[in-house]
C-alpha cells in the first residue's frame, strides 16, 4: 500500500513538471497541495500499520507466555497428582500395618490375660493348699514322745487325756481371711499396681504377722517397694524376711534380691 501511494504521487509530480503543459498555474499548485496531503497521509497510514504489528508481535508474546504458563500449571498439576497418590499409598500401607500390630497387640494381650489368669487361679490354689495344711497342723494334737514303759497315748486325745477340740468357725474364718487378704494383694500386684500392692501387703503382715503366708507377704511387699525405687522399705522387708524366717523358701529369694 505504501508504495503504490509512492508511484502515484512521483507519477503526478512528473505529469505536473514536464509531461504535461497543459495544466494551468493554480491547478498545479493545487496539485502539488493534493500530493503532500496523499504523503502526510501515507505515512501516518504507515505508522499506524508498524504500531498494528508492534501491537499484534506484543499479543503474540503474551499468548506465548500464556501458553508456557498453562503448560506449567498442567505439568505442577500432573506432579501434584502424582505425588498425592503417593501419599495416599503410604498412607494406606501405614494403616494396613498399623492394623495388623493392633491385630497382634491384642492378641498378645489375650494371650498374656489367659496366661495371667492360669497362674492367678494356680496360685489361689496353692494358698488355699498351704491353709488347710495350715489347719491340720493346728488341729492335731501335740506330739508326745513315747514312753517305753507306757503305752503310747491316743492321737484323738490331747495331753489331758481329752479329745482335742476342732477349729472354732471363728479361726477357719480367720483363716479364709488371711486367704483372701492375700490373694487380693497378690491380684494388685501382678496387675502392677505396685503402690496399692505394697499397701496391701502392709496391711497383711499387721494384720497376720506370725502365719504360713507371712514370709511370703513380706517378700511380695519388698518387691513391690522395690520396683517403685524405694529401695530402702524394700531392704528392711527382705532383710526381715532372712533374719525371721530362716527356713521359707522365700529367704533364698530375698537374699538373691539383695544381691
Not at 498545479?28 to 504507515?46: F, G, P, R, Y
Request: aromatic content about 8%.
Amino acid at each position: 500500500m505504501t508504495h503504490t501511494f509512492s508511484k502515484a504521487a512521483i507519477f503526478i509530480g512528473l505529469s505536473l513538471t514536464g509531461g504535461w503543459g497543459c495544466a494551468t498555474e493554480p491547478n498545479l499548485t493545487d496539485i502539488q497541495k493534493q500530493v503532500q496531503t496523499l504523503m502526510i497521509q501515507q505515512e501516518a497510514s504507515h505508522k499506524q500499520e508498524q504500531q498494528i504489528i508492534d501491537r499484534m508481535e506484543t499479543v503474540e508474546s503474551q499468548l506465548d507466555e500464556h501458553d508456557f504458563l498453562v503448560g506449567e500449571l498442567i505439568k505442577t498439576e500432573e506432579e501434584a497428582s502424582l505425588d498425592t497418590r503417593h501419599l495416599l499409598e503410604k498412607l494406606e500401607r501405614t494403616s494396613t500395618l498399623l492394623r495388623e500390630q493392633i491385630e497382634q497387640t491384642r492378641t498378645t494381650t489375650q494371650r498374656r490375660d489367659q496366661d495371667l489368669s492360669i497362674r492367678v487361679k494356680a496360685l489361689e490354689g496353692r494358698i488355699d493348699n498351704v491353709i488347710h495344711q495350715s489347719r491340720s497342723v493346728s488341729e492335731s494334737p501335740e506330739a508326745t514322745t513315747p514312753n517305753p514303759t507306757s503305752p503310747a497315748p491316743n492321737p484323738k486325745e490331747t495331753q489331758t487325756g481329752l479329745p482335742a477340740a476342732p477349729a472354732s468357725p471363728g479361726e477357719r474364718a480367720g483363716a479364709e481371711n488371711e486367704a483372701s487378704a492375700f490373694r487380693s494383694a497378690y491380684k494388685v500386684f501382678l496387675n502392677g499396681n505396685y503402690d496399692r500392692a505394697s499397701v496391701e501387703f502392709k496391711r497383711f503382715v499387721t494384720n497376720y504377722p506370725s502365719t504360713t503366708l507371712t514370709p511370703q507377704a513380706y517378700y511380695y511387699l519388698g518387691e513391690s517397694f522395690y520396683v517403685q525405687k524405694h529401695y530402702d522399705p524394700a531392704k528392711q522387708a527382705l532383710e526381715h524376711v532372712i533374719s525371721r524366717y530362716p527356713s521359707s523358701k522365700y529367704r533364698s529369694h530375698a537374699l538373691y534380691k539383695l544381691g
